[in-house]
């Protein structure tokens, strides 16, 4: 079987840009505070932007299925994290990437870039309006990070950098793909 034969184009639509920008920004943030290197930041940036590339090979009926989950479509979503880490690593991305994605929904993981994006990814996620519901608080969101076993460092550092801020403020509103990158 080919890629294109399993890649499922539409999907990369429903990896929403403001999400993969604020998840981005946020883990960004979480490494500053925390003293990681400029070299090791833009690892996790790249892995912050690049978490999700494995939903593009879920199948839509799944990924954009309105209601409830059955037990047998959330264990083919939730795949998605060992496609994109399979993805990454024979891309040539290097072990920190690839990890990130294979490990952004893992409490237990060793790798703690995986684990500051996966709490950039879960607070961006409670932060952002959808359709289906509003955003949470800087409160509320930290409410779900403790829930989730979040370590207390990365808690801590981001209560540092957005505990004084309201749900209204934007932390992409200066983000650019360059940004990302640079």
């Not at 880490?85 to 990130?100: D, M, Q, R, T, W």
Request: hydrophobic residues 35%.
């Amino acid at each position: 079987m080919k890629t294109k034969d399993v890649l499922h184009y539409e999907n990369l639509k429903t990896i929403k840009y403001t999400h993969l920008a604020t998840t981005i920004v946020y883990a960004r943030a979480i490494a500053e505070v925390l003293g990681y290197s400029k070299e090791q930041i833009h690892v996790i940036e790249v892995g912050a932007s690049l978490h999700d590339i494995g939903k593009s090979f879920i199948p839509p009926s799944i990924l954009n299925k309105k209601g409830r989950l059955t037990k047998e479509e959330r264990e083919i979503i939730n795949f998605h994290s060992v496609i994109g880490y399979e993805i990454l690593k024979s891309a040539g991305y290097g072990v920190n990437v690839a990890e990130i994605a294979r490990d952004h929904h893992n409490p237990l993981s060793k790798n703690p870039m995986a684990q500051i994006v996966r709490a950039a990814d879960i607070y961006s996620a409670m932060r952002e309006e959808r359709s289906y519901k509003k955003p949470k608080s800087h409160e509320e969101a930290m409410e779900v990070l403790r829930s989730a076993r979040v370590p207390q460092n990365i808690l801590d550092a981001l209560d540092k950098k957005y505990g004084n801020k309201s749900a209204a403020t934007n932390p992409i509103q200066h983000f650019s793909v360059q940004t990302a990158v640079a």
